[in-house]
Each structure stands twice: as C-alpha cells, then as structure tokens.
C-alpha cells in the first residue's frame, strides 16, 4: 500500500471517507409530474450514486415559483415529489435531500450573484426565451433570474459535479461564468468551479407522441409521458397510445424509427435486457406485441414505486421529520459558503452581545 493508500485507507476506517468523495447535486423543479423519464434518465443514477459520492438532492421549490402556482397544489406536490424520490430508493442518510426553500441562503446567494451577473447572460438563455414564448402571460423577472438561483443552489453546497441534462447545460455555463467573475474579483477559492457530470449510465427517454422530443415533466399532453405515480391504467393506455413509425420490423434505428427505438430504450433499461435480446424475441411480431408486454414491464417496475408513495403521503410527520433532518444537514453547509461570501464582499458580520 502506497503512503497515499494507506492515508485513504485509515480515512474510510475512520469513517471519514465523505471527506474525499466529490460532491454532487442536483434536483428537480417542483412542477408538472416526475416521470418515466426522470425515473431512468436521472434518478436511476442518482441511487446507484449514493455510496461513491457524496450527494445532495433537493426539490426546487423557490423555482417552481416562476410559473403561477396554486399554494396548495405546490404543497402537495412538494410533498410527493419528495415521497417519489425515496419511494424510488434514495436514502435520505446516504443522500442529503432537504426544499430549497428551507434553507434561506440559496436566496441570499442569488442575490450577491445577481450583483454580478451581466444582463446579457442572462439575454441569451434559450430557456428563458422558449419559456417566455410559452408563457406570454407571466413573463416575470423570476423566470429571467431563474439561472442565478440555480448557480446558487450549486454554489452553496461547493458542488464538483451537476448530473444535467442537455436543456440545463447551458445555465451551467452561466454558473460556471459566476464562479470566474466572483472568485476573479473576491479571492480565488470562495466558490468551487462545478463541471457537468455527464453519466455513462441512464439513457435518454423521448416523448411517446413525439419521439424526436425529450419527455418532459411539463408537458402539457398528458399523452407524452408516463408519470411515476400514475395508475395502471393510465400507464397502460398510454403506452399503447405511443407513435410507432411507418414499417413493421422491431428494430432500433433512432433515425428511422425514433419510436420503436425510445420503447426499446425504456424496456431494455427497466428489464436490464440488451436491446439486441429484444429485437431478436420480436422478430417477425407486430409493434402491438411489444406494446403489451412494454407497458406490463413499465407497470411492474412502477407498483411497488406507487405503493410506497401512497404509503409515505399518508405520514406527513414523518415525511416533514425527514425534510427537517435533510435541511439540517443542508444548512450547515450552505451557511458556511453564505458566510464567506458575504465576508469577502464586504457585508458586515452582525456583532452579537
Ligand atoms: N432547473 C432544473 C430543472 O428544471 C432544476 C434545478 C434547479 C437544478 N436548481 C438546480 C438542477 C441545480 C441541478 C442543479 O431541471
């Protein structure tokens, strides 16, 4: 054993191994439903990530705020989106998971780096142009600011690495942009410098209507996309429902049939069976057979999911205690990164007598 080693080695024995592992987090707006496609593409990852890194997940409920909402809906829908996460399997003492709300520094952040933020960034957000197309009626300056405050939920927890999409890596970028501007003008090494944590694992899922589109949770067609929480029924209406392409032939070619292929894609990951394996056992069937047998794989995965769901909602104290154990955690640290930020810009330390 290497000096290095042996060091590494006493550190775990010792328990202190979360010293080393590099910090991730990530999370998920408190809107529209939790899907299929969170499910594979994101949270499948997420667990299987709980004993290598040390990970933060929280439900973004101060964003979800950028589009109306109903109070009582986003209560409620913080408290499922909360309940599927460790329905799904995330250990809330392997993972720190806390609302973004709770903990008031991710406000504060936002602030000093709106401070610094060039209103040019955040003019060229396609985001913010796609939503503000979208929702002409409500274009707040929430939903401009809407980068700064995830910059800041990265930035408190001195995150290494953000699990994104395609659709966030560009308020990566924006984050990313803040660290160089603060750490350049207040001192190199107050905010780490996150990167994209670009998984091997977890394939991307596509609307089952329009399987160029990624499946999204906001989706306004129910149709796209199959929610974690919904009945058998539904599930199975909709698979049935999905486009196939012109043609016969089960086969996976993204470019020629993007809907056969996206099926694929969910029954191979959910049975952990190679594609290849199911184009053969669909040789010469009829795509009505992979639907039937799609949807039963889809409704097997998610009936236990649902169970425990239904199960955890119907204990709002103990879900409330785990939220206060989560924020507990968060807190302490979010409060260190808040606390030297606003030393190095000059905000006075409040003197208690
Ligand atoms: N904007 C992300 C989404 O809608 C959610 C989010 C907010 C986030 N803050 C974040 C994701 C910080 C990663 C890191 O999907």
């Given at each position: 054993m290497s000096a290095f080693h042996s060091?590494?080695?006493?550190?775990?024995?010792?328990?202190?191994?979360?010293?080393?592992?590099?910090?991730?987090?990530?999370?998920?707006?408190?809107?529209?439903?939790l899907t299929l496609g969170n499910y594979i593409g994101a949270i499948q990852n997420w667990k299987k990530m709980q004993n290598d890194y040390d990970c933060l997940y929280f439900l973004a409920d101060l964003h979800a705020l950028t589009v109306s909402q109903d109070p009582k809906v986003l209560r409620e829908r913080t408290y499922s989106f909360f309940a599927q996460y460790l329905a799904l399997g995330l250990d809330p003492q392997k993972n720190i998971i806390f609302a973004q709300s709770h903990i008031h520094q991710h406000t504060e952040l936002s602030w000093v780096l709106t401070c610094l933020t060039p209103l040019g960034f955040l003019n060229r957000m396609t985001q913010f142009k796609e939503k503000a197309e979208k929702n002409e009626k409500n274009v707040n300056a929430g939903l401009y600011t809407y980068?700064?405050?995830?910059?800041?939920?990265?930035?408190?927890?001195?995150?290494?690495?953000?699990?994104?999409?395609?659709?966030?890596?560009?308020?990566?970028?924006?984050?990313?942009?803040?660290?160089?501007?603060?750490?350049?003008?207040?001192?190199?090494?107050?905010?780490?410098?996150?990167?994209?944590?670009?998984?091997?694992?977890?394939?991307?899922?596509?609307?089952?209507?329009?399987?160029?589109?990624?499946?999204?949770?906001?989706?306004?067609?129910?149709?796209?996309f199959v929610s974690i929480i919904d009945d058998e029924k539904k599930i199975e209406k909709k698979i049935k429902a999905a486009a196939?392409?012109?043609?016969?032939?089960?086969?996976?070619?993204?470019?020629?049939?993007?809907?056969?292929?996206?099926?694929?894609?969910?029954?191979?990951?959910l049975s952990e069976r190679p594609i290849a394996d199911l184009e053969k056992e669909y040789e010469g069937k009829m795509y009505g057979h992979l639907k039937v047998d799609l949807a039963e794989v889809v409704i097997q995965t998610l009936r236990p999911v649902k169970a425990k769901h239904d199960e955890l909602m119907r204990d709002r104290a103990y879900l409330d205690k785990l939220l206060n154990a989560g924020a507990e955690r968060a807190q302490a640290r979010a409060q260190k990164t808040i606390a030297s930020v606003y030393e190095a810009v000059g905000l006075l330390p409040r003197q208690l007598f």
């Open positions: 060091v590494v080695h006493r550190a775990k024995q010792k328990r202190y191994s979360f010293l080393m592992k590099q910090t991730i987090l990530s999370g998920s707006t408190v809107t529209g439903n980068p700064i405050l995830m910059a800041s939920d990265i930035l408190l927890y001195q995150a290494d690495l953000v699990p994104v999409g395609e659709d966030q890596r560009q308020h990566l970028e924006l984050c990313r942009d803040l660290v160089g501007f603060f750490n350049n003008r207040y001192g190199a090494g107050i905010l780490k410098m996150p990167q994209a944590f670009v998984s091997k694992m977890g394939a991307r899922i596509m609307s089952l209507q329009d399987p160029t589109k990624k499946m999204s949770k906001s989706d306004e067609n129910e149709k796209n196939t392409d012109s043609g016969t032939e089960i086969k996976y070619d993204v470019d020629n049939k993007a809907g056969v292929s996206n099926l694929l894609t969910i029954y191979s990951t």
